[in-house]
């Protein structure tokens, strides 16, 4: 069966959304931990961060509590993802005076709260099942529709905010808009068919590989023209997402030997990697030398 053969698509693609939310929180931590944006960008890596471990050691999970629990902390990254989206979008935009918004994030930070706590319990999650290519998928409860409701309203809304926006920026601003709204585009998307299965429609997430791509674009959006140098975190991103999947791989060699060659291109991409991270920050501390 093609799926079978494809299964751990999904435990690395969870892998890899994780370590590039963690890489990528860590390093704003340490270059912009006071400015107002970073700690937006943070708190969607944390978001991010908790949906995609979660979802990893779900689909190592190989008891049904364990699975339960893990689909439980996947789910409380999903609520978080949702909520710090749309706040990260309102400060972006330049919107969290004004009263209106100032009212709405208090109540979808309520609603928020409200799932989080929902989720621990069988009304969110009522427990797991063999489904399509998975011994343990959840089961939704009662309130799980409701949530998932909410969950794309706060996209949607989102996404209304951006493009409106986009429509009275200009220049450089036009340009972050545009690649924030493809990003959420993107990212509710490849996200949105995690939830087919849940209720019984028979696809499963194969747009998990997008949401790295949806997180990249949010901040990189965010950061290219107001809090760090594009081309240095370009790089550091682009080696650090080689140095993931490299090392995934390693987890999958079936022989002494295949972890060894694997072992070696694993070294060569580090060293390659620290090179081109190196070579970069040299050419941008040459040019504003220049200028």
Aim: proline share 3%; aromatic share 18%.
């Amino acid at each position: 069966m093609i799926g079978e053969s494809f299964k751990f698509y999904f435990p690395l693609s969870a892998l890899i959304n994780a370590v590039t939310s963690s890489v990528v929180g860590i390093y704003i931590v340490s270059v912009g931990k006071t400015a107002k944006q970073a700690r937006d960008i943070f708190r969607f890596c944390i978001a991010i961060g908790l949906w995609s471990y979660g979802y990893f050691f779900w689909q190592l999970a190989d008891t049904p509590d364990s699975a339960l629990f893990w689909s439980r902390v996947l789910m409380a990254g999903a609520i978080l993802t949702a909520l710090f989206y749309i706040h990260l979008v309102i400060n972006f935009l330049g919107l969290s005076s004004q009263s209106f918004y100032k009212i709405t994030l208090r109540i979808l930070y309520v609603f928020s709260f409200f799932w989080l706590l929902v989720d621990m319990t069988p009304y969110f999650v009522a427990g797991v099942e063999p489904r399509l290519l998975f011994d343990f998928w959840p089961v939704p409860g009662p309130f799980y529709l409701p949530f998932l409701i909410g969950f794309g309203f706060e996209f949607m809304y989102a996404t209304f905010l951006l493009i409106r926006g986009y429509h009275h920026a200009q220049g450089n601003r036009r340009r972050q808009l545009m690649l924030l709204a493809a990003g959420g585009f993107i990212g509710f998307i490849g996200g949105s068919t995690n939830y087919l299965l849940w209720f019984n429609v028979p696809v499963a997430p194969w747009g998990n590989g997008l949401v790295v791509v949806y997180f990249m674009l949010t901040v990189y959006a965010i950061l290219k023209y107001k809090l760090l140098n594009v081309q240095v975190i370009t790089a550091e991103l682009f080696a650090a997402l080689f140095f993931i999947i490299l090392l995934a791989d390693t987890f999958l060699s079936s022989s002494v030997l295949e972890l060894i060659y694997r072992l070696v291109a694993l070294g060569i991409m580090i060293v390659f990697g620290v090179m081109l991270v190196r070579s970069v920050r040299e050419e941008v501390t040459r040019r504003k030398e220049v200028t």
